[in-house]
Structure formats: C-alpha cells, structure tokens
C-alpha cells in the first residue's frame, strides 16, 4: 500500500451512459484521489468497461461530469487530456505480426513520442513488463500473461499520471499475474494513480487502496475493505464476502 494523498485526481458526478435502450452506466459518482490504487468492481454487465470508456474518450454521447485534475472533461476528442490518462483496454490491442518492440514503437508515436524519448520509453516499459529480452520477437508467439503484460507497456508507455486498467490479470497464469502486480507497485511507488478492474476479490485486496462496487450501472458502495464489510453488516469478513453481500448471489448470465 501507498500513500495516497486526498487531492481527487479524477472526479466522476452522475455519469450516465446508454447503449439505445439500455442504460449501462446509470448516475455514477465517485473520486479517485492522487496516488492511490482504487478498485472498480461489479459483476458482468455492472458497466465497469462502459465508465472507463466514457472516462477515457472511447465513447461519446454521455452525461454528468467528468474532472480530470480539476478541469471538466469537454466532450469530443481531447489530446491534452489523453497525455496524460493510459487506458488498459480489456481485450488485448496488439499488433500480432509486430515484435514486442515495434508495437510499443506503434503505439509511442501516436502518443506523441519520437526519437530518443520513444527509444527510452519503450526500454523502460520493456522492462517494466519484464519483456526486455523478449523484445525483438513477434507477439504471436508470445503467451497470454506476455501478451497481458505487453498490453499494460503499452498503455503505460507515454508516463501517464493516471492509468485505468480492465481486467489487466484476465486468464494469466501466477507467474504472470505476480509480475503484473509488481509492475503495478513500481508503478504506485512512482506515485502514478491507478483505477483497477478485476474479478479477483483476493487482487483487489492484496492492491487496492479503496474500491468502488458497481452494480447495475450505480455504485453500490465506496471505501476501504474495513468500510465496506461494516456497511454490508459482515465485519472481518474477506472482500469476495462483502462483494456478494453487497451485489446479490444470482447470476448475470446475459448474453454479451
Ligand atoms: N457495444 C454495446 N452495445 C450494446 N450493449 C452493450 C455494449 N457494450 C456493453 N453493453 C451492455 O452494457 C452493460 C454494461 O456492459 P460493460 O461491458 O460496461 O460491463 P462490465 O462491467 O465491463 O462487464 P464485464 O465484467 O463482463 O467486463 C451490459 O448490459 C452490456 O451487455
Ligand atoms: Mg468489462
């Protein structure tokens, strides 16, 4: 765990989203604080991925206020702000014919980099992915947690002061998914701020410094796990407990 300081670096005031008919994201309010690790949970379908695409700029059309460093988001593309959000997106973005090297290459230009800042950079995410020797080989034969690793540098590449990460530690295997995690300390200890999507309640509680349930597009509660078992009625119990309690045992079995 860090030390977050309570400066908010991303404030979100009734954020509603829909797609046609359906609403996804439903009057969302929450702040993120600088330098902390904020978890961002719901079960399938709760709109985790929705926010963090409104958040990042993927999709228009939505409402509420979006503050980023104390400036209100303005709708439509937005450079200055994308320099300095990183957004690890769920399904991997990666040029599979590319080596490792070529792809962070890729993806440095259209942030901007070039030259000797874009050589440094994608050394330093490289390593950061532990991909260094790795580098020149193409990313088809790369396995699922190199690939998941790779999808983190990539977004991390340009030093963003705020990275959104979904789902980055989907279908790894241990070794992976603890590379990851020390990757995403570095990270803290740099004092980036990160917002964490997983599935893993047991993640959420060895990472995170506060999380965010979501359920049905709405927060259904915010804090720490302390905080968050005592509003559920089931102090001292794990994160995966408080999560059901506080989201219901049924199924979200819609189809995608
Ligand atoms: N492109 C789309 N068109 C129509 N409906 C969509 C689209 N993307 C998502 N939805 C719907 O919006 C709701 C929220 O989906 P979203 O992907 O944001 O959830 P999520 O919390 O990220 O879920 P998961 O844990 O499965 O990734 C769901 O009901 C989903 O079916
Ligand atoms: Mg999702």
Same mark, same amino acid.
């Given at each position: 765990?860090?030390?977050?300081?309570?400066?908010?670096?991303?404030?979100?005031?009734?954020?509603?989203?829909?797609?046609?008919?359906?609403?996804?994201?439903?009057?969302?309010?929450?702040?993120?604080?600088?330098?902390?690790?904020?978890?961002?949970?719901?079960?399938?379908?709760?709109?985790?991925?929705?926010?963090?695409?409104?958040?990042?700029?993927?999709?228009?059309?939505?409402?509420?206020?979006?503050?980023?460093?104390?400036?209100?988001?303005?709708?439509?593309?937005?450079?200055?702000?994308?320099?300095?959000?990183?957004?690890?997106?769920?399904?991997?973005?990666?040029?599979?014919?590319?080596?490792?090297?070529?792809?962070?290459?890729?993806?440095?230009?259209?942030?901007?980099? +070039?030259? @000797?800042?874009? $050589? #440094?950079?994608? &050394?330093?995410? %490289?390593?950061?992915?532990? =991909?260094?020797?790795?580098? /020149?080989?193409?990313?088809?034969?790369?396995?699922?947690?190199?690939?998941?690793?790779?999808?983190?540098?990539?977004?991390?590449?340009?030093?963003?002061?705020?990275?959104?990460?979904?789902?980055?530690?989907?279908?790894?295997?241990?070794?992976?998914?603890?590379?990851?995690?020390?990757?995403?300390?570095?990270?803290?200890?740099?004092?980036?701020?990160?917002?964490?999507?997983?599935?893993?309640?047991?993640?959420?509680?060895?990472?995170?410094?506060?999380?965010?349930?979501?359920?049905?597009?709405?927060?259904?509660?915010?804090?720490?796990?302390? +905080?968050? @078992?005592?509003? $559920? #009625?089931?102090? &001292?119990?794990? %994160?995966?407990?408080?999560? =059901?309690?506080?989201?219901? /045992?049924?199924?979200?079995?819609?189809?995608?």
């Amino acid at each position: 765990m860090n030390a977050p300081d309570s400066v908010a670096i991303l404030e979100v005031e009734n954020l509603a989203y829909s797609y046609g008919a359906r609403r996804a994201v439903d009057g969302l309010s929450f702040e993120v604080r600088r330098g902390e690790c904020f978890g961002f949970l719901g079960p399938n379908g709760a709109g985790k991925t929705t926010a963090l695409s409104c958040i990042i700029g993927l999709l228009e059309g939505w409402s509420g206020v979006l503050r980023f460093d104390g400036v209100e988001r303005r709708p439509g593309r937005d450079p200055a702000l994308r320099a300095r959000i990183g957004y690890v997106p769920q399904e991997l973005a990666l040029y599979e014919e590319l080596s490792a090297r070529e792809n962070l290459a890729f993806f440095g230009r259209i942030q901007g980099l +070039e030259g @000797a800042e874009l $050589a #440094g950079a994608v &050394d330093r995410s %490289l390593a950061i992915a532990g =991909l260094g020797d790795r580098a /020149r080989d193409r990313v088809e034969g790369f396995s699922g947690g190199m690939k998941r690793r790779l999808n983190l540098a990539a977004a991390e590449l340009h030093s963003p002061e705020l990275l959104l990460l979904d789902e980055p530690t989907a279908g790894v295997d241990p070794q992976s998914r603890n590379h990851l995690f020390e990757a995403l300390s570095t990270l803290l200890a740099e004092g980036r701020t990160l917002i964490y999507t997983t599935h893993y309640m047991e993640e959420a509680e060895r990472l995170c410094d506060r999380v965010l349930i979501l359920n049905d597009g709405r927060a259904a509660a915010c804090g720490t796990h302390q +905080e968050l @078992a005592a509003q $559920a #009625g089931v102090p &001292d119990a794990d %994160l995966e407990r408080v999560f =059901l309690e506080l989201t219901g /045992r049924s199924l979200r079995d819609e189809a995608a």
